[in-house]
Every structure is written in structure tokens, then in C-alpha cells.
């Protein structure tokens, strides 16, 4: 997949890199994430905020049943 190909928000792929390698930036700020979400329409961005949002919710879930507070 190129960097500008949508990414399937259903995750039945990784992230893709952009030419087969990690982009740094001046700062030494790994960039390549920063490139694939920009790669991504706003709706694509929003489907993976909320898959992130669900999956955090369901580890705090479990963590809470796991190890009480």
C-alpha cells in the first residue's frame, strides 16, 4: 500500500511504511505514523479514534474486574 492509499480501519492490515523505512524528523520525532494518519480521510481518522476509545474501555474494564481498585 502506498502512503496516500487508504488504510482499512477495520485493522485487517498494519500501518503502512512509507518506503519500506522509518522518517525522522529533525528532532529525531519518528514520523512515520504522523504520515499514515495523514494519509487517512477524516472519517478513516475518526474510525480509528473510536476503535482506540473501545479498546482502551474494554481494558479498563477488565484491568477493574482483574485487579479491583
Known amino acids: 500500500m502506498k ?10 492490515e498494519d500501518p503502512p511504511a512509507v518506503d519500506k523505512e522509518r522518517i525522522y524528523g529533525d ?4 514520523l ?3 504520515l499514515w494518519m ?4 477524516p472519517t478513516e481518522r475518526l474510525q480509528m ?11 479498563n474494564r477488565e484491568a477493574s474486574i482483574t485487579f479491583p481498585a
Open 49 to 59: 479514534l473510536q476503535q482506540s476509545v473501545g479498546s482502551l474501555s474494554r481494558l
Open 3 to 12: 502512503q496516500n492509499e487508504p488504510h482499512d480501519p477495520n485493522g485487517s
Open 32 to 34: 512515520t505514523l504522523i
Open 38 to 41: 495523514l494519509s487517512l480521510t
Open 27 to 30: 528532532d529525531g520525532v519518528d
